[in-house]
C-alpha cells in the first residue's frame, strides 16, 4: 500500500498558476490509477481529475484545457498543473490511489492530507 504527500498549494490571483505534486511511498505506485479530487468548505468532495496505470488523463468537465496531470512512475510522483484558476476552484485538493480510475472518490483506497489551494478575485 501507498502512501501519498500532497505539496505546492497556495495562494493565488485569479488568471493564474499552480503546480500540484503528489509523492508517493513504495514500489507499487505504478500498479496504481492515481486520481485528484478537492474540496470546499461545506461542499463534497469534486472529482478533478485522474490518470490510469497506462498514463491515460482524465478530466472534469469544468477542468478541461485548465488542468493538466501527469504521472512519473520512476519518481512515484503524480502533478497537477493548473491553470487559469478561478476564485471558484479554491479548495483543498486530495491526492488519491486506487484499482482504476473513477470519479467516484469511494474507488480509491488511500488518500493524503490534502493541500489547499486559494484563489483571490
Known amino acids: 500500500q501507498v502512501q501519498l504527500v500532497e505539496s505546492g498549494g497556495g495562494l493565488v490571483q485569479a488568471g493564474g498558476s499552480l503546480r500540484l505534486s503528489c509523492a508517493a511511498s513504495g514500489r507499487t505506485f505504478s500498479s496504481y490509477a492515481m486520481g485528484w479530487f478537492r474540496q470546499a468548505p461545506g461542499k463534497e468532495r469534486e472529482f478533478v481529475a485522474a490518470?490510469?496505470?497506462?498514463?491515460?488523463?482524465y478530466y472534469a468537465n469544468s477542468m478541461k484545457g485548465r488542468f493538466t496531470i501527469s504521472r512519473d512512475n520512476a519518481k512515484n510522483t503524480v502533478d497537477l498543473q493548473m491553470n487559469s484558476l478561478k476564485p471558484e476552484d479554491t479548495a483543498a485538493y486530495y491526492c488519491?490511489?486506487?484499482?482504476?480510475?473513477?470519479?467516484?472518490?469511494?474507488?480509491?483506497?488511500?488518500w493524503g492530507q490534502g493541500t489547499q489551494v486559494t484563489v483571490s478575485s
Open positions: 488519491a490511489a486506487g484499482p482504476v480510475v473513477d470519479v467516484n472518490p469511494g474507488t480509491y483506497a488511500t
Open positions: 490518470i490510469g496505470r497506462d498514463y491515460s488523463p
